[in-house]
C-alpha cells in the first residue's frame, strides 16, 4: 500500500512537470505560440521517425540463405571450377577472420570476400565481381583435397554468405566437409570421377538431389554424384543445431 501511494505521488508529480513544461506564458499571443507548437511537434515527429529507423535492425535472415539452399530437389546456376588443393587461406585469407558471422553485418560483409585468395593469374575471372558482394555462381566444381588448411569454419561460411549453395569435388579435407554440415552452409556432394575437365566457369549446370547428378546444361551431359547419406538432411535443417532441435535431441528455443 505505501509503494503504490509512493508510486501514485511520483507519477503526480512527473505529469505535473511535463504539463507545466508546455503552458504557453499569458504573454505570448495566441499568434506566436501556435507555430512554435507546430514546429515542436514537427521535431517530435521527425525524431521518432530517426529513432524507429535505428531500431530496424539487420537480421540472420536479411543476408542468409542457411536451411533455404535448394528449390525442391534443384539446385541449378552457373559454376565456378577450381583445380586441385584448394585451401581455406584462398577460401577466405586469415586477415579476414577478424569479422564474426553471428553478426548480420558482418557475415554479409565476410561473403564478400570469398574466395579472395585465389591467384589472379590462374582464376582472371573472380568468384565476386569487383564492387559486388554475392557470387553468380551458386555452384563450385572442384578436384582434390578441397578445403584443406586449417579448420576455420569461416571458409563454408564465407562461400555461403556470397550466395554458394554447393561444391562438388572429388575429395575433401575432413574438417571441411564437416564444417559445410554443421553451419548448414553447403552441400559437400563427392563426384565419382575428376569433373574439372568437363566444365569450365560461367557454364550452367543443375544438381539433382534424387538422382544424385550433376548435368552440365551447357553440354547436356550429365554425371553421377556420391550419395550426401545423413549429411543432407542436416544441411537441409540449417545446421547442426537446428537439425538437433527438429529431431528433439534438443529442446527448441
Known sequence: MIFR????????????????????????SSQVAAPKLAQRAAVSRVQR?????????????????????????????????????IDTDQIIPADRLTLVPSVP????????????GLPEKLYPVRYIK?????????????????GCGSSREHAPIAIGAAGGKAVIATSYARIFFRN???TGEL???????????????????????????L?????????????LGDVGPVVDAGGLFEFARRSGMIQRK
Open 130 to 146: 569487383e564492387g559486388q558482394v554475392k557470387t553468380e555462381f551458386p555452384i563450385i566444381v572442384a578436384a582434390d583435397n578441397f
Open 5 to 28: 501511494n509512493v508510486l501514485a505521488a511520483t507519477l503526480k508529480r512527473t505529469v505535473s512537470r511535463m504539463e507545466s513544461a508546455f503552458v504557453i506564458p499569458s504573454a505570448v
Open 187 to 213: 552441400y559437400p556432394w563427392e563426384s565419382q570421377e575428376d569433373l574439372t575437365p568437363y566444365f569450365k566457369t560461367g557454364d550452367m549446370a543443375r544438381i539433382d538431389f534424387e538422382k544424385e547428378t
Open 49 to 85: 521517425a530517426s529513432n524507429a529507423s535505428r531500431c530496424r535492425m539487420v537480421s540472420m535472415e536479411d543476408v542468409s540463405e542457411v536451411g533455404k539452399k535448394r528449390n525442391g530437389n534443384f539446385i541449378e546456376g552457373k559454376v565456378f571450377v577450381v583445380g586441385t588443393n
Open 215 to 227: 548435368t552440365n546444361l551447357t553440354s547436356g551431359k550429365s554425371y553421377k554424384l556420391n550419395s
Open 105 to 116: 553485418e558482418e557475415y554479409a560483409k565476410l561473403g564478400s570476400y570469398a574466395m579472395e
Open 180 to 182: 559445410c554440415s554443421a
